[in-house]
Nanobody, 122 residues
Framework: QVQLVESGGGLVQAGGSLRLSCAAS????????MGWFRRAPGKGREFVTA????????YYAESVKCRFTISRDNAKNTVYLQMNNLKVEDTAVYYC???????????????WGQGTQVTVSS
């Protein structure tokens, strides 16, 4: 069992930056691939980015490439999402998720956090 808790969301102006964190419980964090997803108002859950268990592989949605960076610190059981040059359309609830094997862009994850709100104002 893995429990995930996101933090770092908030209100930011367009062009600004935020860093989200996702803290995981358990001693097996380093065996899980991690992903970030988001759900904008009135829309379905969207893949944002994913990282392999030891950080050697990453994948990004086209909409966030070159603006967002995923990273992880297995010693701290934490995965991060650095978001730069934020746009109004990035407004959403952001979720982190964990699964055993990294499969690019899949939404089929085993564990999910409760989400953190990111609001980008114009």
């Amino acid at each position: 069992q893995v429990q995930l808790v996101e933090s770092g969301g908030g209100l930011v102006q367009a062009g600004g930056s935020l860093r989200l964190s996702c803290a995981a419980s358990g001693r097996t964090f380093s065996s899980y691939a991690m992903g970030w997803f988001r759900r904008a108002p009135g829309k379905g859950r969207e893949f944002v980015t994913a990282i392999s268990s030891h950080g050697s592989s990453t994948y990004y949605a086209e909409s966030v490439k070159c603006r967002f960076t995923i990273s992880r610190d297995n010693a701290k059981n934490t995965v991060y999402l650095q978001m730069n040059n934020l746009k109004v359309e990035d407004t959403a609830v952001y979720y982190c998720a964990a699964r055993k094997l990294l499969v690019p862009t899949t939404r089929d994850y085993d564990y999910w956090g409760q989400g953190t709100q990111v609001t980008v104002s114009s």
